[in-house]
């Protein structure tokens, strides 16, 4: 029995200094990165662009009395982009009213003429087209159309041109089959 106890606490001895020397911790502070980016990024059309980033690793390892052995690594990462959508809410408007696209904007023919050379654009090119088109909508009996298509020219054009776009509306549009007064360079409600 007495060699049983010996056996024990050579065994208690060995693995508790082992324990012990075991036992030992490491602790890793928190660490933390951080990048800014100040500055633009010219998207015309839409698409994507690429603002930066950081990576960064580490490593370490660690070795302790009794052969107990540690081996650690990290890797990070971290990066900034940016995806850009032109949604022109005012040309999608004027499509399901079904108005003429807006001249001067990014159509296709604002495009070809600047491509063509054409400098000098009218500044009552588009209240000229929403009276054009005011004209076809009325005759094709679409009077709705056709009143907020004249409505929006007499709003863009000169003060010369909207007067007599006024004109013509008054002409086509009697006063008891509207809804509002008009006035040169604006619209009053009726009752005011």
Not at 45 to 60: D, Q, V
Not at 62 to 69: A, D, P
Not at 121 to 128: L, N
């Amino acid at each position: 029995m007495h060699r049983l106890g010996i056996l024990v606490t050579t065994a208690l001895l060995v693995f508790g200094i082992d324990q012990f020397a075991s036992a030992q911790s490491t602790i890793q502070l928190p660490s933390f990165s951080r990048f800014t980016y100040s500055g633009s990024v010219l998207v015309p059309t839409g698409g994507s662009s690429s603002l930066g980033g950081i990576s960064r690793s580490a490593s370490g390892r660690s070795s302790r009395r009794g052969g107990g052995r540690g081996i650690g690594a990290g890797v990070g990462h971290a990066g900034a982009s940016a995806h850009v959508t032109i949604i022109d809410h005012d040309a999608i408007d004027r499509q399901i009213r079904g108005l003429p696209p807006k001249s001067g904007g990014t159509s296709r023919s604002a495009v070809h003429s600047a491509k063509t050379g054409a400098t000098k654009a009218d500044p009552d090119a588009e209240g000229k087209a929403l009276v054009r088109f005011a004209r076809k909508q009325f005759l094709a009996g679409n009077r709705t159309s056709a009143f907020d298509a004249y409505r929006l020219a007499i709003e863009t054009l000169s003060p010369r041109l909207s007067g007599l776009a006024a004109a013509e509306f008054r002409r086509v549009f009697p006063a008891e089959k509207r809804p509002v007064t008009i006035q040169p360079g604006r619209f009053v409600a009726d009752g005011r």
